[in-house]
C-alpha cells in the first residue's frame, strides 16, 4: 500500500485570500499549521495560538499566528485550533530478525511505528543486519516506507555466540577488521557489542577502538567487568537499566572479580548483585555517566512484560493482529520459560523489576540522559512496535520522571546521542519537518502521545484516515499469512 499524505482540512482559499489583501505576503511555502500549541520540550512548555510553516522536508518559520499568516503563503493549511504539535518521536532501541523466513514479517512493522508517531527507529542489532541495511537506504531513497532508520547494522559478538547475525572476533586484528567493516563497507550508524561468549578485554577494547574511529557504541557489558570499565573505554550508551542498576552496587568490581575467576557463577553473581545496591555508590556512578556523556535506554516496558505474565498472559492482546504469526512464535521461547517459575521465582521476578524501576528518577536526579527506547521486535515477547514506546513513556512517569522529561526521552534524547539536536527534537526553524499533532496536552498527561490526530515526516503529512490505512494493511496482511500459517500446520 502506498501512503499518500491528504490534507486533515480542506484548503483555507478565503480565508487566505483575506489575509494576502490586509497585508503583503513575503514567502511561500508547502503547508501551514495554524492556531496550534506548539510543545516547546527542551523547556517543557506549552506555547499557544502558533503557526507553524513547512517547506519541502524543513519547518521555515514558527511564531504567533496572526504575524505567521500574514508574513506566508502555503499551498495547504492545517487547522492545528485546540491541538498540540511535538516533534516526531524516536524508538531507539528496536530489533529486527528471526531469520531469512520473517523478512516480510519484519518490513511489515516498518508503517507501525509510523502509525504511532514514530519518525526516527535505532536498529539495535538482529539477525538481518544486511536486510535492515538495505531496508536504510530504500526509506532514506523514498521506495520503501518506514520511519527514518539508523542501524548498527551486524553486532559485534565472541566466537559461537548465542546470538546470530553477529561478526564473530577473537582477537584485536578480529576487532579491527569488524570495525573497519561496519565502518567503511556498510557505513553503520553506531556500533553494537554484546557479550555471550566475547572476551571482557576485547569487549573494552572494541569500545576503545570504535571511539578512537568516531564511532558511537552500546551493547551487553560482560559480567566480569564493571559498568565503570565500560564507561572508561568510551561506551556512549548503555542499554537495559540493569546494568545502571549493577554500577549502583557497592561491591560490583569485587562480584565481577570473583565471576572473571570463576569463583561464582552467574547465578550467584546476580544474586549477589540484587542485593549490594547502595544508593550513594549508584548517585556516584551515575554523576561519572552524565559528566563523560554516557546515556542510558531503560527499556522498562519489556522487562515489565516478562516480570508479569503470571498475571497478563497476553493472549487476547488486540495488537496481535498487527505481528506476524513466524514472530508470534519467536516469543514462545520466554513464555515457556516464564511459565516454569514456581511461586517464589515469580515474586522474585516481580520485585527484580521494582529494583530496577527506582533507579529511573536517580539517573535522572544526577543529570543522566534517559533515552527512550522499547527493545520491541523479535523474540521479546508482546512489546509490540510502535505502541510499545507509549507504554514505555507511561512507565517512565509511572515510576518517578515527569511528562516533560518522559517526552524529551522520546524526542530530544535520540537525536542527542546522535549528535543530531540542530536538525531533529523541536519544532523551530531549520528543524526536520518531522512533527506529531495530537488531540491532548502532553505536558500535563504523557498519555497524550497516544492521542494523535496526524503525523508529518519528511514534510509529508499523514492525517487519522492515513494513519488508520497502515495500521489496516498491516493488519491484513498479517490475516493472510495467519490463513495461510494455519494451512500449512494442517498439511
Known amino acids: 500500500m502506498k501512503f499518500v499524505a491528504p490534507l486533515i482540512v480542506a484548503l483555507l482559499a478565503s480565508t487566505t485570500s483575506a489575509l494576502a489583501a490586509s497585508a503583503p505576503v513575503t514567502d511561500s511555502a508547502d503547508m501551514m499549521i495554524r492556531h496550534v500549541t506548539v510543545i516547546d520540550v527542551e523547556h517543557g512548555r506549552a506555547i499557544g495560538e502558533q503557526a507553524v510553516v513547512l517547506r519541502g522536508k524543513d519547518v521555515v ?12 503563503h502555503a499551498q495547504s493549511v492545517v487547522e492545528g485550533k485546540g491541538r498540540f504539535l511535538i516533534p516526531g518521536l524516536w524508538d531507539m532501541h528496536v530489533h529486527f530478525g528471526g531469520g531469512p523466513d520473517l523478512v516480510e514479517e519484519n518490513k511489515a512493522l516498518l508503517p507501525l511505528y509510523v502509525a504511532h508517531g514514530i519518525t526516527t527507529i535505532r536498529d539495535c542489532s538482529g539477525d538481518l543486519p544486511d536486510q535492515v541495511l538495505s531496508w536504510r537506504g530504500e526509506i532514506a531513497g523514498g521506495t520503501l516506507f518506514g520511519p527514518r532508520l539508523l542501524t548498527s547494522g ?19 586484528a578480529d576487532v579491527d ?13 553506531f556500533v553494537k557489542i554484546t557479550d555471550s561468549t566475547l572476551d571482557p578485554q576485547l569487549f573494552l577494547y572494541a569500545v576503545s577502538q570504535a571511539k578512537a574511529r568516531g564511532l558511537r557504541s552500546s551493547g551487553h557489558i560482560p559480567m566480569a567487568l564493571t559498568v565503570g570499565q565500560a564507561v572508561d573505554a568510551g561506551i556512549s550508551s548503555i542499554e537495559h537499566i540493569d546494568y545502571a542498576y549493577k554500577a549502583g552496587v557497592k561491591d560490583e568490581a569485587a562480584i565481577a572479580a570473583d565471576f572473571a575467576a570463576g569463583r561464582m557463577d552467574r547465578a550467584e553473581a546476580n544474586r549477589r548483585l ?3 545496591f547502595d544508593t550513594a555508590t549508584a548517585m556516584a556512578s551515575y554523576r561519572n555517566f552524565a559528566q563523560k556523556g554516557v546515556f542510558v535506554t531503560p527499556t522498562l516496558n519489556g522487562s515489565r512484560i516478562l516480570a508479569w505474565l503470571d498475571a497478563d498472559d497476553h493472549a487476547h492482546d488486540s495488537y496481535l493482529a498487527y505481528i506476524g504469526p513466524k514472530l508470534r512464535k519467536t516469543y514462545e521461547w520466554r513464555i515457556e520459560r516464564a511459565a516454569k517459575a514456581d511461586a517464589a521465582a515469580v515474586e522474585a521476578r516481580h520485585a527484580h523489576f521494582q529494583r530496577m524501576a527506582a ?9 543522566v540522559t534517559v533515552i527512550a527506547g ?29 511528562p516533560a522529561q518522559a517526552l524529551s526521552a522520546a524526542t530530544r534524547a535520540g537525536p542527542a546521542w546522535f549528535g543530531l539536536l540542530g536538525r531533529y527534537g523541536a519544532v523551530a526553524p531549520g528543524k526536520a519537518a518531522d512533527l506529531v499533532l495530537l ?7 504523557i498519555a497524550a502521545t497516544r492521542a494523535i490526530r496526524a503525523v508529518i515526516m519528511n ?8 494513519l488508520d490505512g497502515m495500521l489496516t494493511d498491516t493488519k491484513n496482511k498479517v490475516a493472510t499469512w495467519n490463513i495461510a500459517d494455519k494451512a500449512g500446520a494442517t498439511q
Not at 488531540?439 to 498527561?445: A, G, I, S, T, Y
Open 439 to 445: 488531540d491532548r496536552n502532553p505536558l500535563k498527561d
Open 274 to 276: 540484587d542485593s549490594g
Open 177 to 189: 577488521a569488524a570495525l573497519a567493516r561496519l565502518q567503511d563497507r556498510d557505513k553503520v550508524d
Open 459 to 466: 514534510g509529508k503529512l499523514y492525517d487519522r484516515t492515513a
Open 359 to 367: 533507579v529511573l528518577p536517580l539517573l535522572e536526579k544526577a543529570g
Open 154 to 172: 551486524a553486532k559485534i559478538e565472541g566466537i559461537k555466540p548465542v546470538w546470530k547475525g553477529t561478526i564473530e572476533v577473537g582477537s584485536k
Open 61 to 72: 518559520a514558527v511564531g504567533k499566528d496572526s504575524e505567521i499568516a500574514r508574513a506566508w
Open 374 to 402: 522499547t527493545d520491541a521486535g523479535f523474540l521479546n515477547s508482546f512489546n509490540y512496535p510502535g505502541t510499545g514506546l507509549h507504554d514505555e513513556l507511561s512507565l517512565f512517569v509511572k515510576e518517578g520522571l515527569t
